[in-house]
Nanobody, 125 residues
Framework: VQLQASGGGTVQAGGSRKLSCLGS????????VAWFRQAPGKDREFLAA????????YYSDSVKGRFTISRDNAKNTVYLQMDNLQPEDTAVYYC???????????????????WGQGTLVTVSS
């Protein structure tokens, strides 16, 4: 499956932004799809995941309550709604997919074998 992330841009602190991850070339409903981000000088960080086959979602503690992941399998798209953004949320945001991913590994970067190109979100203070 090929992934294309979009929706990045510049937003003021306290604002919101919605990212989209469009999949093509595969049966999207068999994939756990996750969002990661990488801030300048930092490692890539897991944010949220939408499990295949169910409505289950997972979040990192750093974004729980501020970010919401959702998916529309009919549109082959996973979204990341980001609210109350802060300057420390400035990063390149990536979506990633893995087919039939074990629930124990939803946060583990190396288990995702398909990646989008990344979209930059800049939060100004």
């Amino acid at each position: 499956v090929q992934l294309q992330a979009s929706g990045g841009g510049t937003v003021q602190a306290g604002g919101s932004r919605k990212l989209s991850c469009l999949g093509s070339g595969g049966a999207f409903n068999i994939y756990t799809v996750a969002w990661f981000r990488q801030a300048p000088g930092k490692d890539r960080e897991f944010l949220a995941a939408s499990r295949y086959g169910t409505s289950a979602t997972y979040y990192s503690d750093s974004v729980k309550g501020r970010f919401t992941i959702s998916r529309d399998n009919a549109k082959n798209t996973v979204y990341l709604q980001m609210d109350n953004l802060q300057p420390e949320d400035t990063a390149v945001y990536y979506c990633a997919a893995a087919s039939f991913l074990n629930d124990n590994y939803y946060y583990v970067e190396r288990y995702y074998n398909f990646w989008g190109q990344g979209t930059l979100v800049t939060v100004s203070s």
